[in-house]
């Protein structure tokens, strides 16, 4: 039974950089994002059944989900974003698992952004790390990078869970509000931390 840590915060908050951190120690990464996106791609398992429910409309001229588009659609229509991910998570709930069970490093980075949104995949998780930062310097990376305006990006952190519910959620915070050449120590310090805890729960099962 893999030992599972739970990788999640806000968007922008750094989670990708400290996955490949995490990636870099050896560990293999699960990430739900890319699941997705490997799902909706051109040829995706997703794709049939997401055609059914919104139409071919939402495809992009190579075949894949436009990702922008079903974006507007599922924040406008709530019952669109329900069906969504009625259509979505069961997939990548199942894939994540797959993947989970076949990693062969001592423990598994889990990367869910809305784990703490989810009970499921907080009950596959030993620990649950959180990234954290301010949500003003939230907004001004993802604007940075995204080309989206200030009230797009508080759109999207406003479906998500808030700061303080990831906090209490968390069994681990990694402070990624100041300079990120700090978060290679941090993540080095949680890689002998979970080593540890992963050898414990190994022996405690065998």
Excluded: W
Aim: hydrophobic share 50%; glycine share 10%.
């Amino acid at each position: 039974m893999s030992f599972i840590v739970g990788l999640t915060g806000g968007i922008g908050s750094g989670k990708s950089t400290v996955a490949d951190l995490f990636a870099a120690e050896g560990i293999a990464v699960v990430d739900t994002d890319r699941i997705a996106h490997a799902l909706t791609g051109a040829g995706g398992a997703a794709l049939p059944a997401l055609v059914a429910a919104f139409g071919a409309g939402i495809l992009d001229a190579a075949g894949a989900l436009d990702r922008a588009a079903m974006r507007r659609l599922a924040f406008a229509d709530p019952d669109a974003r329900t069906r969504l991910e009625g259509i979505l998570h069961p997939l990548i709930r199942a894939e994540s698992a797959r993947q989970c069970a076949g990693a062969t490093s001592p423990y598994v980075v889990l990367a869910v952004p809305l784990l703490v949104e989810s009970g499921d995949y907080r009950t596959r998780c030993d620990r649950v790390l959180v990234v954290d930062c301010p949500e003003a310097l939230q907004i001004e990376r993802v604007m940075a990078r995204s080309r989206l305006t200030a009230e797009e990006v508080r759109a999207i952190m406003a479906t998500q869970a808030t700061r303080a519910q990831r906090l209490a959620a968390a069994d681990d915070v990694l402070d990624n509000g100041g300079e990120r050449a700090g978060l290679p120590a941090g993540v080095a310090g949680l890689h002998r931390r979970y080593l540890a805890l992963a050898a414990d729960k190994l022996k405690a099962n065998c």
